[in-house]
């Protein structure tokens, strides 16, 4: 007997082995399902399920986060459009304001100073070295001749330098070969007012003429091109020298011209 399981012993342990798994299945089977998988294919299946879902959530997550930021980025370029555009409009409307409101200006000095005169805007400027002066958009088809006086509400500009048919050169006041004559505001002192392209000087002042700083020159009307009366400059430097039988006299034009867009022609 001892033998005879000795020499079937392998084929005894699988029998065994057998029966005892058989006997646990059969002891784990409740209601057709196998209760003792259940766990691990539940612990299995749910792992992979967290990593699936997991994953889907991320990803999903990451498609909603770039679509809101194209979204985002889109409507935050149409906003800016739009704010540049009203920039624009903003912009655009204050000029047309502003141009509204210096025409209102030229009128007002019209109707104030019954002067026959042509409106011309400013087209072009040119200040060098040599010479000042302007383009206006007006010329001989309406009217304009060489030598006729050029005015703003503020103030004298210069005068007609050269015509064309549709355009002028107006010779401003601190153009070197610009000369006008004026008078002082206040006591009636006269000279000749020259231009030195920053600025101009009063010229033949006597020593003894009384010239203060802040002085106003006006036009005297002796030169035949400009009316009496009218602003010119304002004295801002005064010097006297003994050797010297005239002062030296520095004046800025009332009119600024770096400015300056719209002009008067004083027809005669």
């Known amino acids: 007997m001892p033998g005879f399981i000795a020499k079937r012993r392998k084929i005894i342990f699988v029998v065994i082995l057998f029966t ?7 002891i784990q089977v409740k209601n057709g399902r196998f ?3 259940e766990r691990p294919i539940l612990a299995v299946s749910g792992f992979f399920e967290r990593m699936i879902t997991g994953t889907y959530r991320s990803i999903e997550s990451t498609v909603n986060r770039y679509v ?35 025409l209102r200006e030229a009128l007002r000095f019209k109707q104030l100073n019954p002067l026959s005169s042509v409106a011309a805007p400013v087209i072009g400027k040119n200040m060098s070295p040599i010479s000042a002066t302007l ?31 549709g355009s002028s050169k107006v010779m401003l006041l601190t ?3 610009s000369t006008l004559a004026v008078r002082v505001q206040r006591n009636r002192e006269e000279g000749l007012l020259e231009g030195k392209l920053v600025n101009c000087a009063l010229k033949y002042v006597s020593y003894y003429a009384d010239i203060q700083k802040g002085d106003i020159l006006v036009t005297s009307g ?29 004046a800025e034009p009332v009119v600024r011209f770096s400015r300056i867009e719209e002009t008067l022609v004083l027809i005669k």
């Open 135 to 165: 383009t206006i958009n007006k010329g001989t088809d309406q009217g304009i001749r060489k030598d006729m006086a050029v005015i703003t509400a503020d103030g004298v500009v210069g005068r007609i330098h050269s015509v064309l048919a």
């Open 20 to 26: 005892i798994l058989f006997w646990l299945v059969t």
């Open 68 to 102: 809101w930021l194209v979204k985002t980025e889109r409507e935050n370029e149409e906003l800016k459009q739009q704010n540049d555009t009203l920039k624009l409009e903003h912009a655009i409307l204050n000029e047309l304001l502003n141009e509204n409101e210096r």
């Open 175 to 177: 153009d070197p070969g």
């Open 35 to 37: 209760v003792f998988l």
């Open 222 to 250: 002796l030169d035949g091109i400009f009316p009496k009366g009218l602003p010119v400059a304002v004295v801002v430097k005064v010097t006297k020298r003994e050797a010297n039988a005239f002062q030296i006299v520095v």
